[in-house]
Nanobody, 123 residues
Framework: QVQLVESGGGSVQPGGSLRLSCTTSGFILAYHALGWFRQVPGKEREFVGTIAWSVGATDYADSVKGRFTISKDNAKNTMYLQMNSLKPEDTAVYYC????????????????WGQGTQVTVSS
């Protein structure tokens, strides 16, 4: 059974940091790309970043480049999203997702999803 479980969300002041985790099970990570997406009420889910698990290459949305970093722990089957210099506009529910094959920024290409974790950036 495929599972992706996010954790690490919470509330933080502008300029602060959070680290999200996505723990996976039930599929072979080496054959997949993982991604982070976020969504606010009334808007479409948007791409944040992605990692090609086997080679570790990453790509990010322009809005988070230089502030967010994706990393992985092969032994724990876990992906991380380190978020620094957080802004109020980063407030959203953050989801991790997985797709077979190469990475993609297209939300429709991801077939496995976690339940999401809330991130709130506010003073």
């Amino acid at each position: 059974q495929v599972q992706l479980v996010e954790s690490g969300g919470g509330s933080v002041q502008p300029g602060g940091s959070l680290r999200l985790s996505c723990t996976t099970s039930g599929f072979i990570l080496a054959y997949h790309a993982l991604g982070w997406f976020r969504q606010v009420p009334g808007k479409e889910r948007e791409f944040v970043g992605t990692i090609a698990w086997s080679v570790g290459a990453t790509d990010y949305a322009d809005s988070v480049k230089g502030r967010f970093t994706i990393s992985k722990d092969n032994a724990k089957n876990t992906m991380y999203l380190q978020m620094n210099s957080l802004k109020p506009e980063d407030t959203a529910v953050y989801y991790c997702a997985a797709k077979p094959g190469p990475w993609s920024i297209d939300v429709e290409r991801y077939i496995y999803w976690g339940q999401g974790t809330q991130v709130t950036v506010s003073s």
